[in-house]
């Protein structure tokens, strides 16, 4: 398995851009996480979905951001319109929970820049 | 929720010398607790998890314990290598939840 592929890898936007980050987890998996890496915070959950469904999305910053999830292969972060405190590491992560509960497996991340 | 503290959050040994990182959690429920090692530009990623009913767990060079009743977990490292030097996360999951709850982080530097 190519384990979970995040793109874009790197990417840099001006503020008041529009900016999609997207996620393919490991195959059969059925929960993924975003999270959200900065030397501040440390490792932040933003959204977490289960068998597709958002559960748990207390960790979205703001009206922003919005994450969907409209199949099992493939999730989209964005952010509109972007702000240069958002610059971060974005990370997405995928595990199977059910019917056994697994380590999560985190993509490369996407390094965003907003100036 | 769940709460878990890191420390400490810098660590600097000499290349041999072993490397403690210590972890509390403050849900009682919790019953896995993975570690993740982050190299520069990278994922985190699993090196070794420990579950409430064992109390350690040992990998060649790397260890876990686990303190139930005192609410803390550590890694251990022996005779560490460059190689070693990275960002060390430990993490808290309760049994009625998939989300993991990670710690800030530490920042291991083995000295060649």
């Known amino acids: 398995d190519a384990g979970v592929i995040q793109s874009p890898r790197h990417e840099v936007t001006e503020m008041g851009q529009e900016v999609t980050l997207r996620c393919k987890p490991i195959?059969?998996?059925?929960?993924l996480f975003w999270y959200r890496q900065t030397m501040m915070r440390g490792l932040e959950l933003l959204i977490y979905f289960n068998n597709n469904v958002p559960i748990d999305d207390s960790g979205m910053p703001e009206d922003r951001f919005s994450a969907k999830m409209p199949n099992a292969s493939f999730s989209t972060l964005k952010i509109q319109p972007s702000e240069p405190r958002d610059s971060a590491v974005y990370f997405c992560a995928s595990s199977l929970s059910q019917p056994q509960n697994t380590e999560a497996f985190f993509g490369q991340g996407t390094r965003l820049t907003v100036v | 929720g769940e709460n878990v503290e890191q420390h400490p959050s810098t660590l600097s040994v000499q290349e041999g010398d072993s490397a403690v990182i210590k972890c509390t959690y403050s849900?009682?429920?919790?019953?896995?607790f993975p570690w993740y090692k982050q190299e520069l530009g990278k994922g985190p990623q699993l090196i070794i998890d420990?579950?409430?009913?064992?109390g350690e767990k040992k990998d060649q060079r790397i260890a876990v314990t686990l303190n139930k009743t005192a609410k803390h977990f550590s890694l251990h490292i022996t005779e560490t290598q460059p190689e070693d030097s990275a960002v060390y996360f430990c993490a808290a999951r309760s049994g009625g939840s998939y989300i993991p709850t990670f710690g800030r982080g530490t920042s291991l530097i083995v000295h060649p």
């Open positions: 849900d009682s429920a919790s019953n896995y």
């Open positions: 420990i579950r409430s009913n064992v």
């Open positions: 195959s059969g998996h059925n929960s």
